[in-house]
């Protein structure tokens, strides 16, 4: 009689005994590869977001008037300086930001930032060698969509004294010059600047150096999480993101915290944004990570 081979009981009960072994821990083996891929896929995201929201805002942040910093409450709230701005509440970071723009020609800046302080000139106009007014107004109009234009922008001399709260229109329009910015009008002379109403700058501290301004900039946190930049809008013309006149742009959604503090003229932002990531039964919503930025 042919014999024929089969397992033993034994040999049955030991490969259902190993198949258990492999089904319960390579299970969890591959179960614990997935969380860890999906959590790594989460934390670069949002490390990748972070930095942009930060990278963002500290890229015009280096062009801000130093002086013209506050912190608001929200939108509407007191504008406190920066420096006196400790503690939690404040969400909105808002400062006047120098025209880069226009020292990003391909010849020559638009505006030089040097005064003509002859004695012997008029004092109805402030002459700025080597300026040119209406290539200011074409890039100012292009950036804003023509909605601005030069004679909504102001200057601001280098070394003059100025109230924070006061000096550039966080409060209200500045009437006659008597601010840190000073609003300026063309002549049709692309050399010149002059006052946006009759008179002149008698009275007026005016320095050699000076710095050219057509738009603040806000940042705000508002209640949905969201990041928002807040452009296009002069404070010295009583202009406030409060009445709706600025334009408004999403920077980063969910996010989770806004912070900023200064040292001196040094100026340091924190940006957290988060995820909800579900584990099986267990919500594992809040996770989140930040990304920092100090701006000279």
């Known amino acids: 009689m042919r014999k024929r081979w089969a397992f033993t009981m034994i040999e049955l009960i030991f490969v259902i005994v190993v198949m258990g072994i492999i089904g319960k821990f390579g299970a969890e083996f591959l179960a614990q590869a997935y969380r860890s891929f999906i959590f790594s896929s989460v934390n670069n995201s949002l490390l990748s977001k972070s930095a ?3 990278e963002f805002i500290g890229s015009r942040l280096q062009y801000r008037i130093k002086d013209s910093v506050i912190a608001r409450a929200g939108k509407a709230g007191t504008a406190t300086g920066i420096g006196s701005a400790s503690g939690t509440g404040f969400t909105v970071l808002e400062w006047v930001s120098t025209d880069i723009d226009g020292y990003r020609s391909t010849t020559v800046p638009n505006w030089s930032g040097i005064a003509d302080l002859d004695p012997g000139q008029a004092l ?7 300026t040119n007014t209406g290539a200011i107004d074409a890039l100012i109009s292009t950036l804003s969509y023509g909605d601005t234009g030069v004679n909504d922008a102001a200057l601001y001399f280098i070394g003059s004294n100025s109230d924070i709260t006061t000096g550039y229109g966080w409060n209200g329009a500045l009437a006659d010059q ?68 600025s334009k408004t742009a999403i920077i980063m959604e969910d996010v989770s915290t806004f912070q900023f ?5 040094i100026i340091k932002i924190q ?15 809040g996770y989140s990570l930040c990304k920092e930025k100090t701006i000279f």
């Open 52 to 54: 942009s929201a930060v």
């Open 178 to 245: 008597t601010g840190a910015m000073h609003p300026i009008n063309t002549t049709g002379v692309a050399t010149q600047f002059a006052p946006p109403t009759a008179g002149d700058f008698t009275g007026i501290d005016i320095y050699e150096y000076y710095k050219l301004a057509w738009t603040a900039y806000a940042i705000e946190h508002d209640a949905n999480g969201d990041l928002i930049l807040h452009y296009d809008y002069q404070p010295w013309n009583g202009d406030s993101i409060a009445a709706g006149d």
């Open 124 to 130: 109805g106009v402030i002459e700025s060698p080597a």
């Open 261 to 265: 503090m200064a040292i001196g003229s």
């Open 271 to 285: 940006v957290c944004t988060q995820s909800d990531i579900v584990d099986g039964d267990n919500d594992a919503g």
